[in-house]
């Protein structure tokens, strides 16, 4: 907007000028119409003009810092600060309820998401914090998982939790608006139906911009402190500083890395999730095997020519059936294996893949029964699966 004025005046004894006067003031940074905040480190320039007519003449001159004379284009200097890091993140649950789980059971997982809010990529520390009490009111905290719980980041590449997959302990350079799934994964002690744990995800904010994990920011320059740190304050200058503005928690039991309740601006931010025993025993799958020496001359001596006949027991137990339940077993090295003395509870299976005959075969190097049926069944607790085969020794 242009504001144009006119006035008469004298200086000195001078004789009377008339000029126009005229204060622009251009910022070089462009912001967008979105709530999203200007990049940490963005030089911010803003210069004035004021044009004006002296002794006939058309002139302009900029604006200085220190103060500026001399008119003309180009004779100014920009007065600039540069845009300090704002941090600012949030860690909520993604799990709506509790999760539940059976007592003993290994692996159970709590999920969350972590979102950057700030105006520069991050790296983001994460820990696993027993905390009370529970957010559900119905679901009170009263044990503790088996320590040490783990905290791995998905990749993205497949959702949910997979062993081989989510190994990365931290969060690496997330980006401004971006959100990383985390998941706390613990083992259940021996409990009873109805029992809860609460578990808090802290995450602490930790310095980006290169790969691997970044170190702690543990103060940043108003004096706020992570649980830890030490204050450090410094008087604003034109130079890159940190600026905290994180959320306290919300619930009593969102909690800091030190256990205490979780304030704003300290650089960490928590949510929490609940594991809930519904089931006493977990379900587990048993292997035994055993084997039998045949002596093909009438006694139990290993030798050439004698047979070993392996028995594989399956044993299921717990409150909960088992899927895809497959078992191989390779054929072991200087033996030949028996055309059709492969056996499921007694009933001789073919050698050949000819699924949905008997869902077992012997592939040339190993015996492979299916007792999931191609996936379409589920093994059962306490249901008796004895798998028998034999092999030559060479």
Do not use: W
């Not at 008469?8 to 001078?14: A, D, H, K, M, T």
């Not at 930790?206 to 706020?224: F, L, P, R, S, W």
């Not at 399956?314 to 028996?338: A, C, E, K, M, Q």
Request: net charge negative.
């Amino acid at each position: 907007m242009k504001t144009l004025s006119k006035f008469n005046y004298s200086l000195r004894g001078l004789k009377l000028y008339e000029f126009n006067f005229r204060l622009i003031a251009l910022l070089t940074l462009i912001l967008n119409s979105s709530p999203v905040f200007a990049a940490a480190g963005d030089i911010i320039n803003n210069t004035a003009t004021i044009d004006f007519v002296y002794q006939g003449s058309s002139l302009i001159q900029e604006s200085s810092p220190s103060g500026n004379s001399l008119p003309g284009i180009g004779n100014g200097t920009p007065t600039s600060f540069i845009e300090d890091r704002l941090i600012n993140f949030s860690v909520v649950s993604s799990d709506a309820s509790v999760v539940n789980v059976a007592s003993s059971q290994p692996a159970a997982v709590l999920t969350f998401s972590v979102t950057n809010n700030g105006n520069a990529p991050q790296d983001f520390l994460l820990a696993a914090i027993n905390t009370t009490p529970s957010p559900f009111v119905a679901n009170p905290d009263n044990f503790d998982p088996v320590s040490p719980m783990q905290v791995f980041v998905e990749n993205g590449s497949n959702a949910g939790y997979l062993l081989a997959e989510d190994t990365a302990v931290f969060i690496d350079d997330l980006a401004v608006g971006s959100s990383a799934t985390v998941y706390i994964v613990a083992t259940m002690p021996v409990t009873n139906i109805g029992d809860a744990a609460a578990v808090a995800l802290v995450a602490q904010v930790a310095e980006g911009g290169v790969v691997g994990q970044g170190i702690a920011i543990t103060n940043d320059d108003n004096g706020n402190i992570s649980p830890g740190g030490t204050a450090n304050i410094i008087p604003n200058t034109a130079g890159m500083e940190t600026v905290f503005n994180d959320p306290a928690g919300i619930n009593p039991e969102d909690v800091d890395s030190a256990g205490a309740q979780d304030i704003a601006s300290n650089g960490q931010h928590s949510d929490v999730g609940v594991f809930f025993v519904q089931v006493a025993v977990a379900t587990a799958v048993t292997l035994n095997k055993t084997v039998t020496v045949i002596d093909a001359l009438g006694g139990t001596n290993p030798h050439a020519g004698s047979t070993l006949r392996y028995q594989i027991d399956v044993v299921v137990s717990g409150g909960s059936s088992v899927n895809n339940l497959v078992i191989t077993d390779p054929i072991p090295i200087n033996t030949t294996f028996t055309p059709s003395s492969l056996l499921l509870n007694g009933v001789v299976q073919t050698d050949a893949n000819d699924t949905p005959t008997d869902y077992s075969e012997f592939n040339g190097s190993n015996i492979v029964v299916d007792l999931s049926q191609n996936g379409s069944v589920s093994v059962a607790p306490a249901t008796p699966n004895l798998i028998t085969f034999d092999v030559t020794i060479d």
